[in-house]
């Protein structure tokens, strides 16, 4: 069974300081593996997302996150954080589900405040 | 660009009554979901639906819930008689035949009264 874990149910920081929220999975098979983010009253929006290939993947409004296999992790990376990227953000993992079908799984979420 | 909608935006019920949560996925995809989050938790997965029929489901999809594709374009979720512990955000997401990354829709906040 996949699993997904964010450290830190709760994160801040200055505006135009950098952003990093945390995610470890766990996957019996070599995963899909995604950040979504949810504004307040919103509903999911994919950021990024790693399926194969190159390990550093870029989404929009300038996050980033790196898949490393040895550290089974997937953290979400922007530079400078803006005030308009304060919403929750949620790591996800898919694979395939008994059914043969793909089936996501998502962590706690990680809400992330912007001070000014 | 394509995207997931769903109707209502809101709902709002009394306990015991029946709803209905509409959803229309990206038109070319294959693989229709429902996930629910019920306020301050995780997203959770419950049925996933391909081909006409339910592929896979949740410990919480359990006989109150039912999914179904009335026309070609429509993805539904009905709930027979509401309980309070249903008050949630309800999204629909669907897929393409890659399966490879689920869009979702707006979701759909429903009330337990």
């Known amino acids: 069974a996949q699993s997904v874990t964010q450290l830190g149910s709760h994160v801040s920081v200055s505006e135009g300081a950098l952003v990093l929220l945390r995610c470890n999975y766990s996957?019996?098979?070599?995963?899909?593996l995604f950040w979504y983010v949810q504004y307040p009253n919103q509903g999911l929006q994919l950021l990024l997302k790693?399926?194969?290939?190159?390990?550093l993947v870029k989404g929009i409004n300038g996050f980033e996150a790196e898949f490393k296999k040895s550290e089974t992790s997937f953290h979400l990376t922007k530079p400078s954080a803006h005030m308009s990227d304060a919403a929750e953000y949620f790591c996800?993992?898919?694979?395939?589900?008994?059914?043969?079908?793909?089936?996501?799984?998502f962590g706690i979420g990680t809400k992330l405040q912007v001070i000014p | 660009e394509p995207e997931v909608t769903q109707t209502p935006s809101h709902q709002v019920t009394q306990m015991g009554q029946e709803v209905i949560l509409r959803c229309v996925p990206i038109?070319?995809?294959?693989?229709f979901y429902w996930y629910r989050q019920i306020l301050g938790q995780k997203v959770e997965f419950l049925v996933s639906?391909?081909?006409?029929?339910?592929?896979?489901k949740s410990e919480i999809f359990d006989d109150q819930f039912s999914v179904e594709r009335p026309d070609g374009s429509n993805f539904t979720l009905k709930i027979r008689s509401t309980k309070l512990e249903d008050s949630a955000m309800y999204f629909c997401a669907s897929t393409s035949e890659l399966q490879e990354t689920q869009y979702f829709g707006p979701g759909t906040r429903l009330l337990v009264l």
């Open positions: 996800a993992v898919s694979d395939v589900g008994s059914g043969g079908y793909q089936k996501v799984t």
């Open positions: 996957s019996s098979v070599p995963p899909y």
């Open positions: 639906f391909y081909n006409n029929e339910i592929s896979e």
């Open positions: 790693y399926t194969t290939g190159a390990t």
């Open positions: 038109s070319n995809h294959l693989y």
